[in-house]
Structure formats: C-alpha cells, structure tokens
C-alpha cells in the first residue's frame, strides 16, 4: 500500500469537474475529517497544485483545514498573483515586439488560462512565458527577444533546424522571466498549432481566442506529452471543463482527429484518460482505444509499486512510444532511447548527476525501465 493514500485520493477528487466532485461529496467531505494536513501541504506543494486544488479543498474542509494550511495557501496565492503580474507583463512586452515585427504569436497556458479557467489570479503557478510563433518565424522571434535582453537559445536545432519544441531564452540581467518560442505544442504534430491556435494577423491577438475545441485538444496534447503524469494538466481539464466545457460542438474532437490523423491516437487516449481521471462526461464520445494505447492508459491508471525519478520520466518516454504515429517510430526512439549526447549532458545537469553515460549505456538503461513498466502492469493482473 502506497503512502499518503488518504491525502492522494482526498487530491485526486479535488481534481475533478464540478459534477465529479458533487457525485463524490460524501466521500470527500470523510476524506477530509481523516486527512494530515501537514502531509496533504507537502504533497500538493511538491505537484505545484497548491494554490490550483487548495482552495477546493477548503471549501470541502472549511474549518478543518486547519490555520496552518490555510495561511500556506493564502501566501502561495499572494506570490502567485505577484509572479502573474509580472508574467503578464513580459509576455505582453513580446508579444507586441512580435507584433511590431509583423510575426503572430499567441500566449500558451500561463496567466491568461489560470484566471478564465479557476477565475482569479494567482491560482495557476507559471515561471516562464510560453509563447506561439509560426515556425517560419521562429529564427525572427528568437532574434526579436534578443532585442528584448534574452540570451540564447539553447535548444539543440533538429535536421531540419528547428528546435523539437521550442526556443527556450533566458533574460540577461535576470530583469524578465524565462522565454520559451514555440512553433508546435507536441513532437507529433507540424500543422494544428500553427492552423489552430495562432490568431489570423499579428494585430488580432489581443481579441482573439481559438475555438473550444482546438483549446480543449490543445489541453488534451499538453497532457499526454506530460505521460498522464501529476495533478497539473488533470486540473487544468477539469477546470477548463467546467468553464467552457458547453461551448464545445458535438462531434468536435472527431473532427480534429480526422483533420490531423497524426494527433488521434493521443487525442483519444487522453480523452479517455481524463473521462477517468477528472470526469470529462462520456457525451464528448467514449473512444475506442486500441491495443497500444489501452497499454498507455493502463501505466497512467495504475498505482505503482515504485517509481524513481528515472522510472517516472522513462514511463512517460513509454507512453510517447506507445501514442506515436505511423512513421514516427525513429523519431521516437531520437528523443527517449538514444538521443544525442548533448542532450543527454544536459538532462543529467538538470538532475544534478556528475557523471554522463554514453548514448549506448544511457539507451539501455532506457529500454531496461520500458521493460520494468510492462512487466508491472502484467504483475498487477495476476490473482
């Protein structure tokens, strides 16, 4: 049994659509009378969904939550609404530099989907400003932001020279926040954020928003690329949901699969993922998954018996292999099993290990994960 069970599902609920949250009232509010607080702070601290799931849990808890998670919450809100400010600010600094250089860009998440979504500031923590350019116009923006103070990119440019994602930039006198350049929101797709999410002219982007259905199939991408993995993403659809979930057209995300057969099996998956997870209602179509990515849902479903660090993020490489497209394969194996080694120098910096191993060794041990998160799934169906 795993630890923390009572302040993980207590989370989990906490997570849900308003109408997954009214089914489970009774069994939250006993969730609620059981839970260490103490324990539930450390835990959604360490998801950086406190201030997203906090005051849910209040509302559930009132007086029982205690002056010591309370007052946790009410700082972690101030500090965000002031990261806000500050995040509005940058990105609205690039964006009409961009404007100005007649390149079109759009804010991903960020400040503007916390506030439309949770309703006020502060509620959703962000510490860089993630922006959408076309991919033409990817090599202007970067030089547009160097205009702008940042330094960089230090993304490693792909064959074709674009970055797998985006530029990321950092500020030279530490004066803004981070920059990441986007020209794609997931490795598998080259057309639906540049046809979708992008506003028509540099001009309309302050009165512009996508379609319902593009930002809830952009919700859905963002989470499969994160594995199904955290609270995060979960949140976000849950609350998206309840926000805008009636502006979505019957039929919407069929018809996005067909236009960009590439993101189907992802789209679905994590539809059916989050039917589960955070209760996004069967109407929107209950898919039907095939083999691979029934195995993808089973990995994010399932508790696990352990999981480190490197067993967390090679799971999350698994489900990416198990959602890829047809002709996607040697991509694939490219960004999770044998990418080149300066990527993997500095994936080892970010985690702080001294030591590098070669692509071959680093591959391996890659592969040996994948094997260890299979064969946890066929331990859990025996009797």
């Not at 607080?37 to 029982?64: C, F, H, K, Y």
């Not at 064959?159 to 920059?179: F, I, K, Q, R, Y």
């Not at 109407?283 to 998954?289: A, E, F, I, V």
């Amino acid at each position: 049994m795993s630890e923390l069970v009572t302040e993980r599902e207590l989370a989990r609920l906490s997570a849900g659509t308003q109408a997954r949250r009214e089914a489970a009232a009774e069994r939250l509010d006993r969730l609620a009378a059981k839970v260490d607080w103490s324990a539930l702070t450390q835990l959604l601290r360490d998801g950086r969904v406190l201030t997203m799931l906090g005051p849910r849990i209040v509302a559930i808890a009132g007086e029982r939550a205690g002056e010591e998670f309370q007052g946790e919450l009410a700082a972690a809100l101030e500090r965000g609404r002031h990261q806000e400010v500050l995040l509005q600010l940058a990105g609205g600094l690039a964006m009409d530099a961009l404007a100005a250089a007649g390149i079109r860009s759009a804010a991903l998440k960020g400040p503007l989907l916390g506030e439309a979504i949770y309703g006020e500031g502060g509620r959703r923590p962000s510490s860089d400003v993630d922006l959408l350019v076309p991919a033409e116009d990817l090599p202007r923006a970067v030089e547009v932001a160097r205009s702008l103070g940042y330094e960089g990119p230090i993304d490693r440019p792909m064959a074709d020279g674009l970055p797998l994602l985006h530029c990321s930039l950092t500020h030279g006198n530490g004066e803004l926040p981070p920059l990441e350049l986007h020209w794609r929101i997931h490795w598998y797709e080259r057309r639906f954020a540049r046809e979708r999410l992008l506003p028509p002219s540099p001009e309309s982007r302050n009165d512009w928003r996508p379609a319902p259905e593009d930002e809830l199939a952009a919700l859905l991408l963002y989470y499969t690329r994160d594995g199904f993995t955290g609270l995060r993403q979960a949140s976000d659809l849950g609350a998206w949901w309840d926000r805008f979930g009636p502006e979505v057209r019957s039929g919407a995300l069929k018809e996005t699969s067909a236009a960009y057969p590439e993101l189907e099996p992802a789209l679905t998956t994590a539809l059916a993922r989050a039917q589960s997870a955070v209760g996004l209602p069967r109407s929107l179509n209950r898919p039907d998954l095939r083999s691979r990515q029934r195995i993808a849902v089973q990995l994010a479903s399932r508790e696990p018996i352990f999981r480190s660090r490197e067993q967390l993020f090679a799971e999350i490489g698994l489900i990416d292999g198990l959602l890829t497209p047809p002709g996607g394969t040697a991509a694939f194996i490219r960004r999770q099993v044998f990418p080149p080694r300066e990527v993997i120098r500095e994936r080892a910096e970010k985690d702080g290990e001294a030591s590098v191993a070669s692509p071959l060794a680093y591959g391996l041990s890659v592969l040996a994960r994948f094997g260890i998160a299979l064969a946890s799934l066929v331990y859990r169906r025996r009797p």
